[in-house]
């Protein structure tokens, strides 16, 4: 039993020493029969994070690093680290210690009770902005109300998961990826513990507002069609509405001529039907933004120096 802990890294610098030390303390006691690998992915950090890898990597064996070749968003970088793992069951964690490592040894005994997937769920989060919590719960709920496939509420991407879930990912070659997501739908056996998610020990949030509403907008139009249809709805409500008042227009002007210049209502329909409309056009663009990157076909993200063996599968 080999095991693989993936952790993407974007401006860690404080917190990357204290993880590599809090890991091994946790994982050496396990005595794992197959070892077990740490894969870190610079994901294009600005501070001091790659050279602090670099010498991690110098001293400890099982310490991999890819260095992305910029930016490339977490969920890109943790997929960099799945497509390389061996293990025959993956960890991922963030790298500010949000995610208790100590948690480990619990996600892989419940595996080892027959499940493919044991993810770690929030049972109440510190730190995080009232804001940050309440758009989560939010979006999280609803998420759930839209889609087919049961996704998790409240839980991030801190779980273990086995090697059959790996390949299944592996399979999935879309650009947009919102992994959490993914994995629910892979299916198998999955449950999960609970945990009380700390503070940031370091360093501040790479998720900005900005990649948040990429990421939820990626999971949404992965995962569910709802949005369209609700386009598609509101234009047949809209009209069969428009449809009534254009009987009553007629019915006023040629039967019962008591009509009014009618500003107002003018105004009223005009900027509600060209909302409406905004907002579906609007709904579409993100499908076919979505359609235009797949269609494009690039690789996922470009790697521009690694210890890892020389390898050439999914995302190259
Ligand atoms: N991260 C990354 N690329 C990014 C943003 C974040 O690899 O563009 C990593 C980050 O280093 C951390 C994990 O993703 O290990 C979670 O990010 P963060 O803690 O900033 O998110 P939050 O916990 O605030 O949602
Ligand atoms: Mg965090």
Request: no cysteine; net charge positive.
């Given at each position: 039993?080999?095991?693989?802990?993936?952790?993407?890294?974007?401006?860690?610098?404080?917190?990357?020493?204290?993880?590599?030390?809090?890991?091994?303390?946790?994982?050496?006691?396990?005595?794992?029969?197959?070892?077990?690998?740490?894969?870190?992915?610079?994901?294009?950090?600005?501070?001091?994070?790659?050279?602090?890898?670099?010498?991690?990597?110098?001293?400890?064996?099982?310490?991999?690093?890819?260095?992305?070749?910029?930016?490339?968003?977490?969920?890109?970088?943790?997929?960099?680290?799945?497509?390389?793992?061996?293990?025959?069951?993956?960890?991922?964690?963030?790298?500010?210690?949000?995610?208790?490592?100590?948690?480990?040894?619990?996600?892989?005994?419940?595996?080892?009770?027959?499940?493919?997937?044991?993810?770690?769920?929030?049972?109440?989060?510190?730190?995080d902005s009232?804001a940050k919590?309440?758009t989560a719960?939010?979006f999280?709920?609803?998420?759930?109300?839209?889609?087919?496939?049961?996704?998790?509420?409240?839980?991030?991407?801190?779980?273990?998961?086995?090697?059959?879930?790996?390949?299944?990912?592996?399979?999935?070659?879309?650009?947009?990826?919102?992994?959490?997501?993914?994995?629910?739908?892979?299916?198998?056996?999955?449950?999960?513990?609970?945990?009380?998610?700390?503070?940031?020990?370091?360093?501040?949030t790479g998720y900005t507002y900005r990649k948040m509403i990429r990421l939820a907008l990626?999971?949404?139009?992965?995962?569910?069609?709802?949005?369209?249809?609700?386009?598609?709805?509101?234009?047949?409500?809209?009209?069969?509405?428009?449809?009534?008042?254009?009987?009553?227009?007629?019915?006023?002007?040629?039967?019962?001529?008591?009509?009014?210049?009618?500003?107002?209502?003018?105004?009223?329909?005009?900027?509600?039907?060209?909302?409406?409309?905004?907002?579906?056009?609007?709904?579409?663009?993100?499908?076919?933004?979505?359609?235009?990157?797949?269609?494009?076909?690039?690789?996922?993200?470009?790697?521009?120096?690694?210890?890892?063996?020389?390898?050439?599968?999914?995302?190259?």
């Amino acid at each position: 039993m080999k095991l693989s802990v993936i952790i993407p890294i974007y401006n860690e610098e404080s917190n990357i020493d204290e993880l590599h030390r809090r890991l091994l303390s946790v994982l050496e006691p396990m005595a794992l029969s197959g070892g077990f690998e740490l894969i870190f992915i610079n994901d294009g950090s600005r501070d001091q994070s790659l050279p602090l890898l670099l010498n991690l990597a110098a001293r400890d064996t099982r310490v991999r690093y890819i260095d992305l070749s910029r930016n490339f968003g977490h969920q890109i970088a943790v997929t960099a680290g799945l497509d390389r793992a061996t293990g025959d069951a993956v960890v991922i964690i963030d790298a500010d210690l949000q995610d208790p490592p100590e948690l480990i040894p619990q996600l892989l005994a419940k595996m080892r009770e027959g499940y493919e997937v044991v993810y770690a769920k929030r049972r109440s989060r510190q730190g995080d902005s009232a804001a940050k919590k309440l758009t989560a719960r939010l979006f999280y709920r609803l998420l759930a109300s839209i889609t087919h496939i049961s996704i998790p509420v409240d839980t991030g991407d801190f779980r273990i998961i086995s090697r059959k879930v790996v390949e299944g990912l592996r399979l999935m070659p879309e650009q947009n990826k919102f992994i959490r997501g993914q994995i629910s739908w892979i299916g198998y056996r999955q449950t999960f513990i609970e945990y009380d998610r700390a503070e940031r020990a370091g360093g501040e949030t790479g998720y900005t507002y900005r990649k948040m509403i990429r990421l939820a907008l990626d999971g949404i139009t992965a995962f569910s069609d709802v949005p369209l249809k609700a386009a598609t709805i509101s234009g047949f409500a809209v009209s069969g509405i428009a449809f009534f008042v254009g009987l009553y227009t007629l019915y006023s002007r040629f039967i019962t001529h008591d009509y009014q210049p009618g500003w107002a209502s003018l105004m009223v329909s005009i900027l509600f039907l060209g909302g409406v409309q905004l907002i579906s056009v609007g709904i579409i663009g993100e499908y076919i933004a979505r359609l235009s990157a797949n269609v494009r076909q690039r690789p996922l993200y470009l790697i521009s120096d690694t210890n890892l063996p020389p390898y050439a599968g999914p995302g190259k």
